[in-house]
């Protein structure tokens, strides 16, 4: 079975401009969620779908995020614009069902250097 | 509010002699808690997970922890340490019940280092 597929794995922008990342999860899980580690923090919760809906999104910091899961397959987290406070590391996980019973499977996460 | 929180930021062993990575958390309900593990440049990958059945769980790579509510805690265990263990481990909390989404609150992080 294919893991959960982050891309791209590095990423450094300029202050400003945009980047996308995007997460494939395991085929048929319903369930995505992403996460983003900051230098030095806690890994923190950004957002939670069902297939193409937002369960949660109480954890994206603000509307400079924008995620999206077209279609119930791939998700995709836009930054626009970009500032030094994004810099951190972004997980995607996904799950068959919710936790606890299942647990998730994380990717190998996203490096985003905005300078 | 729900709070985890691993007691040491970095802990070193020696191959061969016993890890304890300690964690406690802070929860309202019957919390579930997991740890996971992080090799570099690596995924996070699930160790052990407690959901109110048997407090003591064993997980992979000879890994195991126990819950106690009396304590709080959820330390994790491995009576013999692997140079392949040196990794960062993470405690790890979700909350019960229908109005989950599944969020996890994951505790700061402990580097675990092992010396030949």
């Known amino acids: 079975e294919a893991g959960v597929t982050q891309f791209p794995s590095h990423s450094v922008i300029e202050k400003g401009q945009t980047v996308t990342l995007r997460c494939d999860p395991i085929?048929?899980?319903?369930?995505l969620y992403w996460y983003r580690r900051v230098m030095g923090k806690e890994i923190k919760f950004l957002l939670h779908?069902?297939?193409?809906?937002?369960?949660?999104e109480s954890g994206m910091p603000n509307n400079r995020f924008l995620a999206e899961r077209t279609g119930g397959t791939y998700s995709t987290l836009k930054v626009q614009p970009a500032e030094l406070e994004d810099s951190g590391v972004y997980f995607c996980?996904?799950?068959?069902?919710?936790?606890?019973?299942?647990?998730?499977?994380f990717g190998s996460g996203t490096r985003l250097t905005v300078v | 509010a729900q709070s985890v929180t691993q007691l040491d930021s970095h802990v070193s062993v020696s191959e061969g002699t016993p890890v304890l990575l300690r964690c406690n958390y802070s929860?309202?309900?019957?919390?579930?808690l997991f740890w996971y593990v992080q090799h570099p440049n690596k995924g996070l990958q699930l160790l052990l997970k407690?959901?109110?059945?048997?407090?003591l769980v064993k997980g992979i790579n000879g890994f195991e922890a126990e819950f106690k509510k009396s304590e709080t805690s959820f330390h994790l265990t491995k009576p013999s340490a692997h140079m392949s263990d040196a990794a960062e481990y993470f405690c790890?909390?979700?909350?019960?019940?229908?109005?989950?989404?599944?969020?996890?609150?994951f505790g700061q992080g402990t580097t675990l280092q092992v010396k030949p």
């Open positions: 407690y959901t109110s059945a048997a407090t």
């Open positions: 779908f069902v297939k193409e809906s937002k369960q949660d």
């Open positions: 929860s309202s309900y019957s919390p579930s």
């Open positions: 790890v909390v979700s909350l019960p019940g229908s109005s989950n989404t599944g969020k996890l609150i």
């Open positions: 085929s048929g899980h319903d369930n």
């Open positions: 996980a996904s799950s068959p069902g919710s936790v606890p019973n299942y647990g998730y499977t």
